[in-house]
Every structure is written in structure tokens, then in C-alpha cells.
């Protein structure tokens, strides 16, 4: 018997190294990776400039404390920020952590604690994460949940304006649902949570976990709609592999979150952000962002033009779905790895296209030959 908790539930290839958008087995056998470990390995795997930024901090310093000024966080807080409305960062390890920071946040600048999200989110497994996310199954045996998170349906505009009043903190969605089925937020909708905040002076926190750090071919997603949030999470891409989350925020945020109200051990060390920095340097470039979408709007061509009309292309940028109707997909996804391409889900009906950022079109056209021989 494994001497591991048994709470995920294990694929059967045992992945031991990686190059790229190539990732090997224990057997030598190589797989397209069309997971990126879920959005994170953002330049694919071992990039040599995130591998020699790791290398060099690793001979310097690893870890002093936020006691003291660690300034790659002052260097990576500028570049996320630059060019933006937000004015601050903070630095933690992951999404859950980072969604932990914006709930706080959110309660004590407003002093209130209802907080609206919706049906099929995400924001993560820790207490106050778990509680925001609108699914029963990650809920299940927990009880009870942190107080007072209304959970809506998603892009449903009339639910919206019929819940909101001025008892609300803030809303908290992600801009495209990731795990909960490459589900995407409507211009009307993003409308209609604009016009809510404005009018009561609500926060508004977007969850860009899974979205942010060039994944959708922006920086962020937000930044294709009309949406200003005044609260952002970001982790996944952000560290290609290595654990940093960030939470960015408002100027008028800024004495909220005064010296001792919050913390962590080890967010924002030495060793994360100058990976983060290797990984921005990079991602940030209009020419890389442009790729994003060139390799997209390739993949989503590709895709319509070799699988049958049935299934839906769903999804911006390089977070893609594959909607199979009421099909599920477990079967799917096993087939494509015994045929050498590593897919994800997205809920049960949904499979969800997450390579590299970097990835080639010769990589994209023998997706698609696999993806096209499964689904028929
Ligand atoms: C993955 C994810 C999280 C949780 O991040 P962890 O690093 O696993 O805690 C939160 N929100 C979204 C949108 C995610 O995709």
C-alpha cells in the first residue's frame, strides 16, 4: 500500500523528465504535454532561462523572511503591475493562498463579509478558497464553510442584479472558468458586473489563477474586457513550475493590509522571484503575447477544420476546450495518453488544451492527429 494520502487519483504515466512541451516516462516514452502540469510549465519544461534564474539565486540566497526587503519582489511587483490599474503585490505560494489574501483583503478595507461567486468556480481547497468555489463535490464533508459566500449561476445577468445590494464585499470570478468546463464570461455579463460594482461600490475580485501570465495571449484576461478589478490572484504560470502566488491590488487598497495584518513564511523568496522574473521577462513581450494568439488561432482552426461539428472549441488563448456534449471524457483522455498526448478535464464533459505557451505548430498539428483519430 502507497505510503500517500490517496486524494488524487493517479494517472498512469509516471512523468520523469521534460523538454519543452515533451515530457518522458520511467519507460522512455515520450508525451506531448497538453497540460503544462495545469497552466503552470507557462514556457514549457526546463527553459533554460528559468533553469540558469533558478541556478544563479540558488548560489546567493534562498530565503531571508519577509522581516526583511527581498528586492526581486520590489523588480517582479513592477512588471506585473506595470501598465495597469493596479498599484501593489503581495507574494504567496499559491492560488488558494492568494484567493485567501483577496477574501481578507476584501473584508477588512470594506468591513463587510458577503461575498458573491459563482456556480462551476474554482478558487481553490484551503477554507475560505474552498468556500468560494460554487462545487458541491469539492465541498463534500467539510462542513460547515466559512460565512458568507452567496453562490450565483454563471453569466446569468438577471440572478446577478437580483442578488446584489449593499451588503456585498465584493464578487469573485475567474474570467474563464478553468476547471469548472473552459467556460468563458460574457461581454454582457462582464457588463453587468461592472454596472454592480460601480453602482454599489462593490470590489470586484478576479480569480486569473489559471487565466493570467500571458495564458489567454494577454497578460492578463481581464484585459479583453471592460472589466477593472480592483483585486486580482495570479499563481500558476507565474513561476513556470516553481510555487509563487500573487495577489495585486488597488492604490486605495494599500493601508488595509497595514504592517502585521498579513503574512507568510515563505511567499515571494529570492529563489521564486527570480524565476518569476525569468518567466515575465519573457511571457510579458508583445511579440511572445502576439505568438499566444497566433498559435491559437491556429489550434482552434485546426481543431474546427478535423474534428466533427458535434464537439464545441471553446476557451481564449492556450486554455482551450473541447466540449463533448454530454460525453465523458476520463475515457478520452486515457486514450490520448496511451497515444502519447497528455490531456486534462474540465469538469466531466469537457477536455480541456492547456501546452506550453511556447508550443510549436508542428507540436499543435500532432495534437490535433491524435485528438482527431479519439474523437469521431
Ligand atoms: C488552480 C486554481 C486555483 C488554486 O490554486 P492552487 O495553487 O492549487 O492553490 C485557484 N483558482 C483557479 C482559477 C485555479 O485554476
Redesign the pocket.
Known amino acids: 500500500m502507497s505510503a500517500l494520502f490517496g486524494n488524487y487519483g493517479k494517472r498512469r504515466a509516471q512523468i520523469v523528465k521534460g523538454q519543452g512541451t515533451v515530457v518522458e516516462d520511467s519507460a522512455g516514452k515520450q508525451y506531448l504535454d497538453f497540460t503544462s502540469g495545469?497552466a503552470v510549465a507557462s514556457l514549457g519544461h526546463a527553459h533554460p532561462a528559468i533553469v540558469q534564474a533558478l541556478q544563479e539565486q540558488s548560489e546567493k540566497l534562498w530565503h531571508i523572511s519577509n522581516l526583511f526587503e527581498i528586492p526581486g519582489q520590489e523588480k517582479v511587483a513592477q512588471k506585473l503591475i506595470a501598465n495597469t490599474h493596479f498599484a501593489h503585490a503581495f507574494f504567496c505560494n499559491?492560488?488558494?493562498?492568494a484567493?485567501e489574501a483577496a477574501i481578507k483583503l476584501a473584508r477588512k478595507h470594506t468591513g463587510k463579509h458577503h461575498i458573491v461567486t459563482f456556480e462551476k468556480s474554482?478558487?481553490?481547497?484551503t477554507f475560505g478558497?474552498m468556500s468560494a468555489t460554487g462545487q458541491g463535490k469539492i465541498h463534500n464533508g467539510f462542513g460547515p464553510l466559512v460565512e458568507k459566500f452567496t453562490i450565483l449561476p454563471f453569466n446569468d445577468v438577471a440572478a446577478l442584479e437580483a442578488a446584489i445590494d449593499d451588503s456585498v464585499a465584493a464578487i469573485m470570478l475567474?474570467m474563464i472558468q478553468?476547471?469548472g468546463g473552459v467556460n468563458c464570461v460574457s461581454a454582457e455579463f462582464a457588463a453587468a458586473i461592472a454596472k454592480a460594482c460601480a453602482d454599489k461600490g462593490i470590489l470586484l475580485i478576479v480569480?486569473e489563477?489559471?487565466t493570467g501570465i500571458g495564458r489567454t495571449g494577454t497578460r492578463y484576461a481581464y484585459e479583453q474586457t471592460i472589466l477593472k478589478p480592483h483585486i486580482m490572484t495570479l499563481?500558476?504560470g507565474l513561476g513556470g513550475g516553481f510555487p509563487v502566488?500573487a495577489m495585486l491590488g488597488t492604490t486605495e487598497l494599500h493601508a488595509t493590509f497595514s504592517p502585521g495584518t498579513h503574512g507568510t513564511t515563505f511567499g515571494g523568496n529570492p529563489l521564486a522571484m527570480n524565476v518569476a522574473q525569468a518567466i515575465l521577462d519573457h511571457v510579458f513581450e508583445p511579440v511572445f503575447l502576439q505568438q499566444v494568439q497566433e498559435a491559437s488561432a491556429y489550434f482552434v482552426a485546426q481543431l474546427k477544420a478535423h474534428l466533427p461539428s458535434s464537439y464545441t472549441i471553446q476557451g481564449q488563448g492556450l486554455l482551450l476546450g473541447i466540449g463533448c456534449g454530454d460525453i465523458e471524457v476520463a475515457s478520452y483522455i486515457a486514450a490520448a495518453e496511451e497515444k502519447g498526448l497528455l490531456l486534462v478535464g474540465a469538469g466531466p464533459n469537457v477536455i480541456r488544451l492547456l501546452p506550453p505557451l511556447t508550443v510549436s505548430k508542428e507540436e499543435i498539428d500532432k495534437a490535433v492527429a491524435i485528438l482527431k483519430t479519439i474523437l469521431h
Not at 94 to 97: K, L, P, R, T
Not at 122 to 125: A, E, I, L, P, S
Open positions: 495545469i499559491s492560488g488558494a493562498e484567493n474554482f478558487h481553490g481547497r478558497a475567474e478553468g476547471e480569480d489563477v489559471q499563481a500558476k502566488g
